[in-house]
């Protein structure tokens, strides 16, 4: 008795009315769950085709590698290696579970040191925005703030004058006399002043020509500190 889908010995053997074919009972329900056909013969078939066979209970035998003592052991081997490979596994996964630990713990050791700085940043300005409250002066301290106007901007008192008009800020009329009588007097004394006979005329510069040229002094590179004029030597035009 052999099943038609495995061909093996069913544990549930059932037997269907129309082919008379044997299945095991779980492969044939879920194929005509999914198809609603015979496997083998593709004709319409239900559950209520199906007819359970009443069998004693089968005893599977064992494998031809339980035989026999290398059998055993070839299979000792697989299960061994198979074991190996598993505790591998776990190693692997135990060593990135560490990994994450440290790098979780070292982030949270950072986080605890920026906090503590950032606590420490906030007690000293706290403690300096006291000292700076104490250091105001009282008189500070009862001082009005200037009016302000519903527009934002500071109102401005105006003073008003003795013939009624508003004082505008800025100069003065006195400080105005002050400034005229001074420009009066510095015109004057420019138009009273004369050219010197012995400067030389603008003709006289322009024939001028240029005899050697010496650089000034520099801190890299010396040069001249001062010049003078013998009075035999005299400069042609």
Same mark, same amino acid.
């Given at each position: ?5 495995? &061909? ?30 015979? /496997? ?17 209970? !089968? ?11 290398? &059998? ?14 598993? =505790? ?54 009862? !001082? ?8 934002? +901007? ?6 008003? &004058?003795?013939? &009624?008009?508003?004082?505008? /800020?800025?100069? =003065? ?9 001074? =420009? ?6 420019? +138009?009273?002043?004369?050219?010197? /006979? ?19 002094? +520099?801190? =890299? +590179? ?16």
């Amino acid at each position: 008795m052999i099943c038609a889908i495995s &061909g093996e010995v069913p544990d549930e053997p059932v037997v269907s009315k129309r082919s008379g074919l044997l299945f095991e009972r779980r492969l044939i329900e879920r194929y005509i769950e999914d198809h609603g056909k015979c /496997p083998v013969t593709k004709e319409e078939l239900s559950m209520d085709d199906i007819v359970l066979v009443k069998t004693n209970k !089968v005893v599977r035998p064992r494998p031809l590698q339980a035989a026999s003592i290398p &059998g055993l052991l070839g299979i000792f081997q697989n299960e061994w290696d198979a074991l190996m490979l598993s =505790n591998f596994a776990l190693e692997q996964q135990l060593h990135t579970a560490r990994q994450e630990l440290s790098h979780a713990l070292y982030q949270h050791d950072a986080a605890c040191r920026v906090i503590a700085r950032l606590k420490k940043e906030r007690d000293e300005s706290r403690a300096l925005l006291a000292l700076a409250e104490r250091q105001i002066p009282a008189s500070m301290a009862g !001082v009005a703030p200037a009016a302000v106007v519903s527009n934002g +901007k500071r109102a401005m008192e105006d003073e008003i &004058g003795p013939d &009624g008009k508003k004082i505008r /800020p800025g100069i =003065n009329p006195v400080m105005i006399d002050e400034l005229t009588e001074c =420009n009066t007097m510095l015109s004057a004394q420019r +138009k009273k002043r004369q050219v010197p /006979p012995s400067l030389a005329s603008i003709d006289e510069l322009e024939r001028y020509t240029q005899i050697s040229s010496h650089p000034l002094h +520099k801190t =890299n +590179k010396p040069g001249i500190l001062s010049m003078d004029i013998h009075p035999s030597k005299l400069l042609d035009s």
